[in-house]
């Protein structure tokens, strides 16, 4: 009995420890002030490997912070700091899609989800901005520039970094 224990304790601790690690990582990428598609492409693959390794309930959560982070760290800029909730939801799509169609193959999974992800935001920062009048002049084009095509690429190259990361360490 006693080793039953040890090995459930040696586990718990291994998926606390890889969550801290996801997470860290994830708040992490923006404070580097890289490019968005380095930035953006860490915390997807994060996200993905969570899915896979945490479950996707550990990886919505992982997916909830690094957007608040940024904003409150001053990393994303103030014009932008309205789409965070928009961030957090379309992490949580690319999550979720990821994980419902992940049964039929990696790469359709990937695909959908980042056609999901990308989607959202898109449509949403483009009815916020229609609707709300939050974003306006020289922000809105910077929210759409940043919430179109960059999020397609940021997620397809998460799902690809992802997929190195998962194959070398065989959890695939």
């Given at each position: 009995m006693a080793a039953v224990?040890?090995?459930?304790?040696?586990?718990?601790?291994a998926?606390?420890?890889?969550?801290?690690?996801?997470?860290g990582v994830?708040?992490?990428a923006p404070l580097l002030r890289l490019p968005q598609l380095v930035t953006g492409s860490i915390?997807?693959?994060?996200?993905?490997?969570?899915?896979?390794v945490l479950g996707p309930?550990?990886?919505?959560?992982?997916?909830?912070?690094?957007?608040?982070f940024a904003a409150v760290s001053g990393q994303l800029p103030p014009p932008l700091v309205p789409l965070v909730p928009l961030i957090v939801v379309g992490n949580a799509l690319f999550v979720m899609v990821f994980h419902l169609?992940?049964?039929r193959g990696w790469w359709l999974a990937v695909a959908a989800a980042s056609v999901v992800k990308s989607g959202w935001l898109l449509g949403a920062t483009t009815l916020l901005i229609i609707t709300t009048g939050l974003l306006a002049g020289p922000a809105a084009g910077v929210a759409l520039g940043v919430m179109g095509w960059p999020q397609l690429v940021t997620a397809i190259c998460g799902g690809t970094i992802a997929f190195a990361v998962l194959r070398s360490s065989r959890q695939r």
């Open positions: 224990e040890t090995i459930s304790l040696r586990h718990s601790v998926v606390s420890n890889l969550f801290v690690l996801l997470l994830s708040l992490l915390v997807n693959a994060a996200l993905l490997v969570a899915a896979v309930r550990a990886a919505i959560s992982i997916g909830l912070l690094p957007s608040l169609v992940r049964r």
